[in-house]
Nanobody, 120 residues
Framework: QVQLVESGGGLVQPGGSLRLSCAAS????????MYWVRQAPGKGREWVSS????????YYADSVKGRFTISRDNAKNTLYLQMNSLKPEDTGLYYC?????????????WGQGTQVTVSS
């Protein structure tokens, strides 16, 4: 069956870094756009970043541009999110998702999430 399994979350101080991973299985990973979406406590889902099938095109929310980097390894069926200069407002549950185009809201596959907490 289809699985998206996120890992790499944790507690980090402001200004620190984390690298999230998302291991995909059960579908042809390289045929899908992939996204990172987060949800802060008590708030709705917020799109963070997207990457095209061949990693040629990437998009970022303004709130993370210049601090986060999305990447993928299609040989390993894995999606990554390198997060630097973390801020308390980056705290939340981070999900990876997959879809057929750049519109994350039309996702087809969704992971269970990994918690990121930025606090001193």
């Amino acid at each position: 069956q289809v699985q998206l399994v996120e890992s790499g979350g944790g507690l980090v101080q402001p200004g620190g870094s984390l690298r999230l991973s998302c291991a995909a299985s059960g579908f042809t990973f390289s045929s899908y756009w992939m996204y990172w979406v987060r949800q802060a406590p008590g708030k709705g889902r917020e799109w963070v970043s997207s990457i095209s099938r061949g990693a040629i095109t990437t998009y970022y929310a303004d709130s993370v541009k210049g601090r986060f980097t999305i990447s993928r390894d299609n040989a390993k069926n894995t999606l990554y999110l390198q997060m630097n200069s973390l801020k308390p407002e980056d705290t939340g549950l981070y999900y990876c998702a997959g879809g057929r185009d750049s519109d994350w809201a039309k996702y087809i596959y969704w992971g269970q999430g990994t918690q990121v907490t930025v606090s001193s």
